[in-house]
């Protein structure tokens, strides 16, 4: 009897004199990866809806991309009845050149990459008019936008 009583005493004594476990130093990095990884598919699947607002049925053609610097292009868009963009904005035909001015400008001048894209079904003579135009108010690097042809 007497080491059973004498044993649970000596069992709390070894109990209490027990340390506390060491706390942990190292920063768990788990969910900072899984939060990168979401922001990551998220930016990956809205960064080609962010390219330019007007939607336009681009024509397809087997043409090579044009090398790019790091500048943004300013972008024109056609629409199919004529309305002429100049990024998310319509713009009237006869404020065109004043107003690609103001932005070429602003930007730093006269050597702009300007992409126009014109839309498949639109005429051919109002994105040649577009095209004229900038040509002569002295826009020489002037380039038209077109999807990667699909299938054979």
Known sequence: MGMAGGGAAGWQSRRSRRRAPPVMAEINVTPMVDVMLV???IFMVAAPLLTVGVPIDLPQTQAN???QDNKEPITLSV???GQIFLGDSEIKYEDLVSKLQAV???RGGFDERIFVRGDKKANYGAIMRVMGRLSGAGFKKVALV????QGG
């Open 39 to 41: 922001l990551l598919i």
């Open 65 to 67: 991309a044009v090398n």
């Open 79 to 81: 629409k199919e009845n």
């Open 104 to 106: 070429t400008q602003a």
């Open 146 to 149: 077109t999807e990667v042809e």
